[in-house]
Each structure stands twice: as C-alpha cells, then as structure tokens.
C-alpha cells in the first residue's frame, strides 16, 4: 500500500507538471490575450508604447522564461556562481518582434512571428530588478493583471473562498441526505409510482439549465412574494447591506445568522436539485445492480429482515461506485459553480474563475486552474484508494 | 453462489458454439422486453419524436428562420399576418416556434445521439482494456484520462473554436459525410462540416468519465469468480472482455448515456456561443434553451417550450435502457 | 519499476515537443546550453530578418489587392440602401419609444446631437429603399436571374459576403434580421458568431482584417476625435504591425486631411467646417455603415432626486445634488464589475469611472465633466482661448527643436520623441502643412493656463497645494507605472508650477490638440503619510499600483471617502466633511457588484438596491422589467454614445 501511494504520487506529479505545461500554453496559445484593450483604445500608440505594455504582461519574453518565471521564479537574472555572471547575454525575450503576414494553403492570411527588431532583445541581465513573483511552486501566486491590478492573487482567493465553501458543502451536503436515500427508495420500489415520479424528476432537472431554475426562484419567491406581501427571499448576494422586513418573520439585520440563512436557501436549493436528480439516478442504479446479486438473494434466503438486507448488504456494495462521485465534488467544492453563483450574485470561486478568464486575468486563471488540478488528481487517488477499502476484491497494484 | 455464474456461463459458451441458439437468444430477449410496457411506450413516443422530425417540413407552414419583426412573442395559437397559425406562438424576432422546435430536432438529435454514441463506445473500449489488463496501460490510459481532466476545458474550446473559425473551409471532411449530413439536417453543406467537427469535438471532450466508469466496473467484474472461471477455461482476453464484461457492465453505461444525452445537446449550445457548432438562425433545442434566459423575467415558461422535448427525449431513452437491462439480465424473471 | 522508465521517457519527450513548439514560433527560445552557440543563433536571426523584410514588401502588396466584392462602391451603396435601420433597431429595442427611434438612427461616424454632427443635404443618406439597392447591383454586374433569390456576376459567381461579429446576444437577433433583409436584395450573407475574445483579440479577426463585412461597436467620445479611425496613414497592415483603427482599410485623402485638420484645431467653428468635410466624404464613400446608436436605460428608486444620468458621462457625476425624497441619508449603486483599482491612471473602465466621481470629483482625466457630448467645468477651469487661459504664441523653430508633427505627434513610429529634422513634415503657424527642409520655420505654441476650482481640499483637511499638481506630473508623466498613452506628456515642453491653485503648461511647437483646454496634469495628495510612515510623495513610481492607499482607499478631493472595500462584494463610502461643494444629502453610498443584469433588476425590484446605472442595466430584454414597474422606479431611456456600424473591407485577404 505504501508502495502504491508513493508510485501514485510520483505519478500525480508528473501529470501536474504536464497539466501546468498544458494549461500555460492553452492561455497563451488562445485568441484574446491581455493586449485585446489596446484595440479600443482611441489613442494612437507607438512600437514603444506597445513594448512597453507588453513587457507589463510579461509578454516580451519567449513563452517557456514566462512559465518557468511563473512556475518557479527563474530565471530572474543572470545565473551567479561564486560573483562571476553566467548566461547573462542569452536571450530570454523580443520586445518588439517583427511579424511576417503569409498565405497559407486554406487561403487566409496568418500573421507569424519572425524574428525581432534589432536592439529590441531582453537578455538573461535585462531580467534583474524586474517584478516576479517567487513561483506558484513556492507559494507564490503572483499578482493579478486586471481583477485586481498589481495586488496579491492569494487576495482574491481568499476573499472568495470561504463563501464558495460554505455554498458548495452545504448544497452536496443536501444532494447526499436527500438523493441517497430517494435512490435507495426508488430502486426498492422499482416500477412504483413513487419510482416514476423520480425519474422524471431526475431527468428533468438535468433536461433544464441551472439558470432556469434559479431565475425561477428569483422571480416567485424573490420578486413575486414580496410584490404580493408574503414572506419573500433575498433575490441574490451572501449578505444584505441594509436592513430589510419580512413579512412573518420581521426585522432581519445584515450579517446576522437569519439574513445569511435566507440568502443561502435558493442558491443551495438550486444546486442541490441538479446534483439529487443525477445523484440519485446514479444510486438507484447501482442499487439495483446490487439487488439482484446472489449474495443478496441468499441473505434473503437466510430469512433476514428486508430492512437489514437491504441496509447492511445491499446499500454498502451499492455505495461502492457513489464514492468515486462523491469525491470528485472535492474540486467543485473550490470551483465552486459558475452559472449558480452568477445568477444569484454568490461572491465565490466560479465568478472569480469565469471573470479572470473572460477578463484575461491570466496569473488569476492560472492559480485557480492549478489548484482546481491538484485537488482532481488528489480526488482521482483518493477514489482509488476508497474502492479498494470499501470493496477488497479490487487490489492495488 | 459461484454456481449460478457457472450457469450462466455455460449458456454463453453454447450460445456462441451453435448460432440457432443465439438467435432464439435474440428472441427471447425481444419478447421479454416487449412485455415491459413503459419501455415500449417510450419507444412509441421517440419514435413520433423522430418521425416529426423526419417529417418537420410537412408539419409547418413556417421555415424555422422566417421572421417578423414586431410580432414577438405572440402567444400559442395566435395568427401571423397572413393568417397562418403558430402552433406555440412566436420567439424574440417572431420566428414560428414550432416550426423551429421540429427542425431543431433534426439537428439535436443527430448531434447528441452520435457524439453519445461514440463516447460511449470510447469509454467502452478504452475502459474495459485498460481495466481488464491493467499494467502499464492501465496506468498510462488513466494518468492520461486525469491529465485530460485538468486542462481547464473553457481555454481549449476557444483555441479550438478559433482555428476551425480560421481554417473551416480547409479541414478535410469526407464529402460522403458532409453531403449526407447536409441531406439529413436541410442545412448547408458548408455548415454541416460545422455539424461533423461538432460532433467529433462533443466527443473528443466526453469521453474520459465514461472510460473512467467503465473501468471502475471492469474492475470490479474481473474479480468475480465467472470471469475466473472463463480464464481458467481458456478464454482469450477479447472474448472474456466481449462476451462476459461488456454485457455486464452495460446497465451503468446506458444511465451514464441517458444522462449524457440531455448534457449534449445543452452542451452543444454553449459551444455555439463560442462560435463554432450551429448557429443562429438555424435553430437547435439547445442554442433556443439558452436564448430565453435573459427572457425568463417576463415569459418564464419559454424555456419549457425547448426544455420539454430534451426532457421527453433523455426520459424515454432511459426508460428503453431499463427495459433492455431487464431484458437482457437473465436473472430477471419477466 | 517499467512504469517509471516509460514515464520518463514520456516525459523527456513531451519536454522535447513543448520547447520545439516553442522555438517553431519564436526562433530564439532555446534550452540553456553553451554560449557560442548562442551567438550564432543570433546572427542567424538577423539575417533572417533582412531577408524577410523583402517578405513583407510582397505582402504589401497582398493588401492592396481590392476586395472582389466590395471594392465596387456601388455594391457598398446597394448594401447601405437595402438596410432597414429601423426594423433592426425594431427588432433589438422593442421597448424602445416608437417615434423616437429615428432618433437612434446615425447617417454618417457622429451622432446627430453632437455639435460636430453634419446631416445636411451635400450628405449622402441611404433611407431604406430596396429598389434602389437592386438597381446599383444591377448596374455593378450583379444580376438576378429570373426565378432566382441570389445575384450572380457575369462569371458566374454568386453574390454571397460573410458577416462577422461577436455572439453577444442582441447582435445575433439584428444579425439575423440583416441576413434577411439582404437576402430580399439577392445578397447571400454568411453570418459568423465568433466569441469576442477572437473577433477583437491583438492578433486575430478584426485586428488583422480578417473579415468581409464586419459589425462591431465605436463607443462615442464627448469630442468626435476620428483620426485613428479614418485617417490613411492608420490602416492596419502586415508590415506596420497591424497598428492603427481604420480597419476597412479606406484611405481617402481628403476625407482623411479633414479629418487630421479637424483634431487639430482649437476653434470650434473650423473643427466644425473640417468634421463637415469628412462626414460628407464618409457617407458617400459608404465605408463603414452606421446601423445605429445604442439605446442605454438607467433605473433608480422613485425616492432618488436629481438623477441625472447623460449618454457621454457617468451617472455619479452630479452625486452632490443627489437627495431622497423619504429623508433616508443612505444609497446602494449597483455596479457590474468591481474596479480593479482605484487609480485612475491605470485603470479606465467604466466601473472605476463611475466611484471616481464620487471619490475625486472627476470621472475621465482631464476634470471637466463631459455631460451632453459638451465639456463643463469642474475640477479645473476650462483653458480655452475665448476664456483668454490659452495663448497662441508664433514662434521660429530651428532644426534638431522639439516639436510635433503636422498630425500633432510627438513621436515618430518607434517612440522616440521627435525633433525638428529634414524631411518631418510640420504644421506652419499659417495653417499649412510643410515638409522641413533646413532653415527655420515659423510654428504655433501653446501656452496654456490651468487653474483649479475653489476651495478643493483632500478628505483628510488639507488644501490642496502646489507639491500636488508637481507629484501628479512626476508620476503620471513616468512610463514605469504602467500607464497606456503618454502623448501629452510628451507634448509638453515646459510646466511652471505657479502656485497652489494653478500651473502653466508650455506645449512643443505644433501641438494644437483640440482638447489642450482639459488640464493635462491632476492632483495627488503629497503630504499623505502611508501606513508605514513614508510620505507618498518619496514612494517610488513602481510601487504606486501596489500601495493600498492608492489602489483601495485613496485620498480625494470628491464628496466622499471610500471606508471599507470587501472584495467581490461591496464598497462602502462615506461624506467627505471637507468636500468643496458640501454638505451633501446623502451621507452613505454603498457600491455592490452585480454582474447579472437579471439579478440587479430583481435586486432594484426588491428594494435592495437603489440605482442601476446603464453599464449595469444594459438595453436588454431587462429594460422592459424594468419599464413595468415604473410606479416605483424611474427609468430614464437615452440614444448611447456607443454605437453599431459594420465595416466593409475594401482589400483581401
């Protein structure tokens, strides 16, 4: 087993490794960039201005200075052994590249990089006393371009991360308590009324988008109940900012327990409703899969109670394939949900990761990206790991 | 209990050795899963679903992109200008509803259905290999599977999308394809390529949990004693995997596809908006689902209108899954 | 033990492709190895570049090859002619007021209520009319065949242009209504959503032209501007790095010296005449054509007083005459973003705009407000000559002077400031464009005076003083705090600081920017003490952006303070006691960020939120909420500054 864990970790490493090389390349490669503002701007811009910005973004360095800079730091000058400088003229970066527009066999134009003004290159010396972070591998997350220019990312995250937490744990938290027991339900009863009213439940809530539902809710218990005077819901936010009356209940002040019960309902409730609908699907499943293993049959046979059959023989082994499920929520429960927290104003992760991306906040993306990639690989081992405890017929090797 | 597998297991073995067997086998399986009568109804429905598609353009006097300024969102049964009927009223740009929704199932159904078809097929094959053999391929299938589901997926779509947005009259698609598409859809043929890299990117993008579920089953199935048995008898690897796991392991494939059918043709939307796949005017359930969103304050039943079919869609498809499970599952006495 | 051996190989080998990935766009990146090499690797790069300087002079070329379709100005006309700017504006705006939509309509680049807007006859107008259309097709050669939809030319060709814009949702449905109307023309029309991350990306769509017609947004200035436009010499092009604005690639030189002399001036009525010149020249060239201006709706509580948002300034901008109508003291604003910081210098959005008229008493640089496409003053007085703040001195400029060229640049392509050299054409005091050729020559210089408003005085009590306005042209004129344009800074010859309430600009010779009345330098309060006991004025440029007391709660001299800033959820200011045009009414605004439009309206329904500005609210289908309840709320409903055209590409690719 220990053998297994070290192999597995080694072995999470390198896809990490390889999922950073990836991602770096993937913002980088893809069309947008932090320069897209400049074609706005109504100002005319010279080479110089441009060169100048670019080597804001750290743009005028070729693309693996960048990601190895951003990785772990290096290179931030010239190396120094023992006072002497060594590399110091290699070239690291173009602050102003020469582009070649050529024909390609589609027809179209596309523009290529070839080469750089003369004078125009940043060497290994031109690195030291430049900005950069010390390297997401040592903790450094680096500062944000665009959410917050030139302040800490670890600022952003940790404003953001406690709410998602909260959302995201208290709605699977739910889909547990609530789909388990439904799927258990409905795969005993199969073909019942009760079964039928499930699956259509089920596959409705996954045929309709989260926005639906959710601006649903804010509409008929938001804007609608207080419209029509009854005890009505926070339409969005985590807390209020002022106090607020609702009718029944009474005065609610901001940030008291209430108010931020009131504002978690619907935002939970929608969540909860699409992760029970697979949820509970998938339990059922895998429920009856069980129920008509021989073993239950024979511990039928043996004349045991159905309760006890089905709670102590049946359910574990159905569990079995939930737990793999369960722990991919791991990474969710950082991401948070994106769509969710958009439609009802929800401060959390999944904004925070759509608007970096859509803002090209790239040190921001990244950190999120990366994080969210640890805790899949760490999700993806631990479901390994949980299968074979929970079913010992599966070896590790 | 083991005795029972061993049944079960010779009944394969002769199934295989005489062929008049199987196809009593074949027989039997449909008999027994004519007798589950919410499978054959679901089959009735889906197949109405299929033939008003067949049939869109004999359903409605209305081409799904003809539009009327002004009269939006006319309510179901209101009359356009020259007097004809829109069956389910009018969208934003005065489109006839219907006439959208009966095309639109053409090219929802084709995309989800095929992509779902070969992501399951992927996640069949890539799963049941790699979990049946373990070992190095294991370990390089599945570190791969888990690199793959790290690459953030928002990044990877655009760059995809803006390279097909360059080059989509230089990628090679199979004329055969690409006018049969066109044929099968009433479209273009230059947006059926669209259509077919669609297809492949829905795919490309969906087959690593199916895999990964697959190969948990196989997992677990290969410790059980009929599949021993069928080793210890001399069974190549591909026959036990074929004949033994696949068949096994089908139940949790066809929920994970039911499932996965609806999340296509959603999915296929939002892809859309990034500027590849089907875009408006031509209609698709998905791209007029999220279309009603910023509509939903003041017409919150429109998303039903594009909702239901996908519901009606994904439902009667897991019901014929259950039935076929039942059927095939040989312990079940119908 | 295998496992890890096919794992390194792997991994050497995916090392391997990533760096030679790497090097395939960018010759020079390479592993770390001996530094002879590196040399050679370098000589290599520059001969390369030699030989692919005469690349780029074949491509040139390719872009002055014209555009099959669209180079034919009749075909551009047709287009124009069988557009129905009111269906689409129909069909985008349903709530709009039906007889004020013509009001939306633009006929040439400047809204019609801006007083540089020319609409009279000598301007060509393209009022709906199929018919007209078709017979421009006809005579251009394209031709209807009889049963046909589509137009075909003589070789047989059909008639068929894409049609490329962003995914936005409101630009899909009069998108769609376009393809329709074009196809009643004969025109096929190929529409292409692409995301905005590609269609306005630095390297991709519209940046490289690579589209035939192309629809997209110019958001309007309070001054009409235009030269980065439509100007000749800014045309994006392979071989000047795809530098300029004027993305139709239209180069039409009186329209263009028009449009160059009318940034360049200081007399309104000559701007006017220039502009008038142009705007003739724009439509009957029919290069970019205008679909229509953007409606905008702001919604505010019934209780709110004196809201007074404008199409070309942000809606805080009269905060000091705000009051409720119930006696409350508090307001909650609704923003879409949240700023990413409080300098103004670096940061420019809307959002930012918006606090900042709370916070420093101006929304753009410059400090006037700019209600109603017009300028008033307000942080400093307007400089203009008729206010005798402006001088016009004539004086004689000898080579190796600095000086500005006849466009009013201060530098040449690669950002080095220019002097007075042979060959670099200059702008006479006479008005007259000449090319230098030694000797002297005889320029205008401006010599402007800035003064402030009375009584400003920070938030924390102290006057304002003269160590401000020199710590604001220390800092804002440093390219090291990453700023985008320095052109006035580097317009500027000489400041004379006189005073605490003033300075003196002398500009280069040549620079006649029609906004030199707007001050050039701000404010920035010198004796703030930092929370680790520096004085802000010794705090090196670099560190600026990253100081919380500039980015998070700086000091202004606006009507309030910022208090608290919790991050991703609100702002909570608070009445500035010393502010120059108190008290105020209001004593608390909270600013929280809503970036769902949906969700700000249902926010202002249930009373949670007071004020929806227009970056916020949009003119979506949410305005039509908003417009139904108005026996609680006030909606005000205005044409936008920003506004939709598509543009023709007149070259291939």
């Known amino acids: 087993m220990v053998n297994y864990l070290i192999r597995r970790i080694f072995q999470m490493t390198i896809v990490l490794f390889f999922s950073a090389v990836a991602s770096y390349a993937l913002l980088n490669l893809a069309p947008g960039g932090p320069l897209s503002f400049l074609g706005s701007v109504q100002t005319r811009l010279n080479s110089e201005d441009i060169a100048r910005i670019r080597a804001y973004f750290e743009l005028d360095l070729y693309l693996p200075y960048r990601f190895t800079r951003w990785l772990a730091g290096i290179p931030n000058g010239p190396l120094t052994i023992g ?13 102003q590249p020469i582009e070649e527009s050529f024909l390609n066999e589609s027809g179209t134009y596309v523009t290529r990089t070839i080469g750089c003004k003369e004078g125009q290159y940043v060497t290994m010396a031109d690195l030291v006393g430049r900005k950069t972070s010390k390297g997401i591998i040592r903790g450094d997350l680096g500062v944000s371009w665009q959410m917050l220019r030139d302040r800490p990312v670890t600022m952003l995250i940790t404003s953001r991360l406690p709410r998602t937490l909260q959302l995201m744990s208290l709605a699977y938290l739910c889909s547990i308590l609530i789909g388990v027991p439904i799927g258990v339900y409905a795969a005993v009863k199969q073909y019942s009324k009760f079964d039928y009213v499930v699956t259509s439940f089920a596959f409705f809530g996954t045929s309709m988008p989260t926005f639906f539902f959710g601006l649903l809710m804010i509409l008929f218990f938001g804007i609608l109940c207080k419209n029509w005077g009854l005890p009505y819901l926070p339409p969005g936010n985590a807390e209020a900012i002022k106090p607020y009356v609702i009718p029944l209940i009474g005065n609610v002040d ?144 | ?76 049964g209101s009359r356009s200008e020259d007097g004809r009927l829109h069956l389910l009223g009018t969208d934003a740009l005065g489109r006839d509803y219907w006439a959208r929704i009966i095309y639109a199932a053409r090219i929802s159904l084709t995309v989800a259905l095929s992509a779902q078809l070969i992501v399951s097929c992927i996640g069949i094959i890539i799963g049941s290999v790699s979990g049946y053999t373990g070992g190095v391929i294991d370990i390089i299938v599945m570190r791969a599977v888990e690199f793959l589901l790290t690459i953030p997926a928002l990044p990877l779509l655009l760059i995809i999308s803006s390279l097909i947005i360059q080059n989509q009259d230089a990628i090679p698609v199979p004329e055969l ?25 829905l795919a490309g993008l969906g087959w690593m949990a199916d895999s990964r579920l697959m190969r948990g089953v196989v997992l677990s199935l290969k410790e059980q004693p009929f599949v021993e048995a069928s080793k210890a008898m001399g069974a190549s690897s591909a026959r036990i995997i074929i004949t033994h796991l696949v068949p096994n392991a089908l139940a949790p494939m066809i929920v994970s596809a039911s499932l996965g059918l609806a999340g296509f043709i959603i999915y296929e939307a939002s892809l859309s908006f990034l500027g590849f796949g089907i875009q408006d005017p031509t209609p698709t359930w998905g791209n007029m689902l999220s279309a009603t969103q910023s509509y939903m304050f003041q017409h919150p039943w429109l998303p039903l209108v594009s909702g239901t079919p996908i519901f009606l869609c994904t439902l009667t498809i897991n019901f014929i899954g259950d039935g076929l499970r039942d059927a095939l599952d040989p312990r079940l006495k119908l | 033990m295998k496992t890890r051996k096919a794992f390194a190989v792997l991994s050497v080998l995916m090392m391997l492709a990533f760096v030679l990935s790497a090097c395939a766009t960018q010759p020079v990146a390479e592993p770390e190895t001996v530094e002879v090499i590196k040399t050679v690797e370098v000589e290599k790069v520059v001969e390369k570049e030699v030989v692919t300087t005469e690349v780029v002079e074949v491509e040139k070329a390719s872009f002055t090859t014209p555009h099959p379709i669209l180079s034919d100005v009749r075909v551009r006309q047709a287009i124009a002619y069988c557009t129905n700017n009111e269906e689409l504006i129909n069909s985008v705006y349903p709530w709009y007021p039906e007889e004020e939509r013509a009001n939306l309509i633009m006929h040439t680049s400047i809204p019609r209520i801006s007083w540089a807007a020319y609409y009279g006859d000598e301007v060509q107008k393209y009022d709906f009319d199929p018919e007209k259309g078709a017979a421009l097709l006809d005579e251009a050669g394209w031709t209807l065949p009889e049963g046909d939809t589509q137009r075909y030319n003589e070789a ?14 409101f630009r899909k449905t009069w998108g769609a209504v376009f393809t329709q109307q074009m196809a009643d023309c004969g025109i096929q029309i190929l529409p292409l959503y692409t995301p905005g991350s590609w269609w306005f990306g630095s390297n991709s769509g519209l940046r490289h032209r690579d589209f035939d017609l192309g629809a997209y947004a110019w958001v309007g200035e309070t001054d009409p501007k235009g030269q980065t436009l439509y100007a000749c010499n800014q045309i994006p092009l392979p071989t000047n790095g795809w530098a300029g604005q004027n993305y139709m690639g239209w180069c039409n030189q009186t329209a263009s010296d028009a449009i160059n002399a009318a940034n360049n001036s200081l007399v309104r009525a000559e701007r006017q005449e220039q502009y008038k010149i142009f705007q003739i020249e724009f439509a009957k060239d029919m290069v970019s054509l205008p679909i229509f201006q953007r409606a905008e709706g702001n919604a505010a509580t019934k209780d709110l007083i004196n809201f007074k948002p404008s199409a ?66 307000r942080l400093f007085k307007l400089s203009t000559v008729e206010e005798g703040l402006t001088v016009i001195n004539e004086v004689e400029v000898k080579e190796g002077d600095p000086v500005v060229d006849f466009s009013g640049t201060p530098t040449d392509a690669d950002g080095n400031l220019l002097t007075l050299v042979p060959g670099l054409k200059v702008k006479q005091s006479d008005g007259v464009d000449v090319e230098f050729t030694g000797g002297t020559v005889k320029m205008n210089q401006l010599v402007v005076t800035y003064e402030t408003a009375e009584g400003l005085t920070w938030s924390d009590g102290t006057p304002v003083s003269k160590a401000d306005f020199e710590l604001a042209y220390k800092i804002d004129c440093d390219p090291a705090i990453g700023a985008v344009d320095y052109s006035i800074c580097q317009s500027i010859q000489s400041v004379d600081f006189t005073g605490d309430t003033g300075y003196v600009v002398t500009y280069k010779p040549g ?143």
Request: hydrophobic letters at 50%; a negative charge; proline letters at 5%.
């Open chain 3, 312 to 377: 070309t300034e942000y809606y805080t901008w009269n905060a000091y005459e705000w009051e409720r109508a119930d006696g409350g003291d508090t307001l909650v604003l609704a923003l879409s973003q949240e700023p990413s910081s409080m300098w103004s210098i670096i940061e420019s959005s809307a959002v930012q705009r918006t606090v900042a008229w709370l916070v420093f008493d101006y929304g753009s640089l410059g400090a006037a407000s700019q209600v109603d496409y017009d300028f008033q003053e």
């Open chain 3, 511 to 653: 620079y006649m920017a029609a906004l030199s009345f707007l001050a050039p330098i701000n404010i920035y309060p010198a004796h703030q003490v930092l929370s680790d006991g520096r004085v802000l004025a010794d705090v090196p440029s670099t560190e600026w952006s990253s100081l919380p007391e500039v980015a998070e709660t700086p000091l202004g001299v606006g009507g309030y303070v910022i208090t608290n800033w919790e991050k991703g959820v609100k702002m909570e200011l608070e009445e500035n006691p010393y502010y120059y045009k108190g008290p105020l009414k209001i004593k608390k605004i909270v600013i929280v960020f809503v970036p769902d439009t949906q969700q700000a309206v249902a926010q202002l329904l249930t009373g949670d939120v007071d004020v929806i500005g227009s970056e916020t609210l949009g003119a979506g289908p949410e305005v039509q909420t908003v417009l139904d309840n108005q026996d609680k709320l006030q909606v005000l409903i205005e044409a936008s500054a920003t506004w939709e055209h598509i543009d023709m590409n007149l070259f291939v690719p």
């Open chain 2, 1 to 76: 209990m083991s005795i029972a597998k061993f049944k079960d297991m010779g009944l394969d073995v002769a199934a295989a050795e005489a062929m008049p067997e199987e196809v009593s086998q074949f027989k039997v399986v449909t008999r027994r899963f004519f007798r589950h009568k919410l499978a054959v109804g679901s089959m009735i429905v889906l197949g109405v679903v299929i033939l008003i598609a067949i049939c869109a353009p004999l359903l409605s006097s209305f081409s799904p992109t003809e539009l009327e300024v002004g009269s939006d969102f006319l309510s179901p």
């Open chain 3, 156 to 169: 047989g060709d059909p008639l068929t242009l894409k049609f490329t814009t962003t995914s936005a949702e």
């Open chain 2, 177 to 201: 394809i690409k006018n049969f598409l066109a044929k099968l859809l009433l479209i273009q043929p230059r947006d059926s390529v669209q259509v077919f890299l669609l297809i492949v990117v």
């Open chain 1, 254 to 397: 901001p940030g008291s327990l209430l108010d931020k019960v009131l504002h978690l309902i619907m935002p939970v409730s929608v969540l909860a409703m699409v992760t029970i609908a697979g949820w509970s699907r998938f339990i059922r499943t895998s429920m009856l899969e069980v129920l008509r293993q021989d073993y239950v049959r024979t511990a039928r046979a043996k004349g045991l109670v159905e309760k006890v059959v089905i709670a102590k023989h049946a359910l574990r082994n159905a569990l079995i394939p939930f737990i793999t499920l369960v722990v991919f929520t791991l990474p969710g429960l950082f991401a948070g949900a994106i769509i969710t927290e958009t439609v009802f104003n929800w401060p959390g992760m999944g904004r925070l990761y759509f608007d970096a991306l859509s803002r090209t906040d790239y040190p921001v993306a990244m950190a999120l990206i990366l994080i969210t990639a640890l805790l899949t690989v760490i999700a993806t081992l631990l479901s390994d790991v949980l299968y074979t405890w929970a079913d010992p017929r599966i070896r590790l090797s």
């Open chain 1, 83 to 95: 006072g002497n400088a060594y590399f110091a003229n290699n070239i690291v970066g173009c602050r």
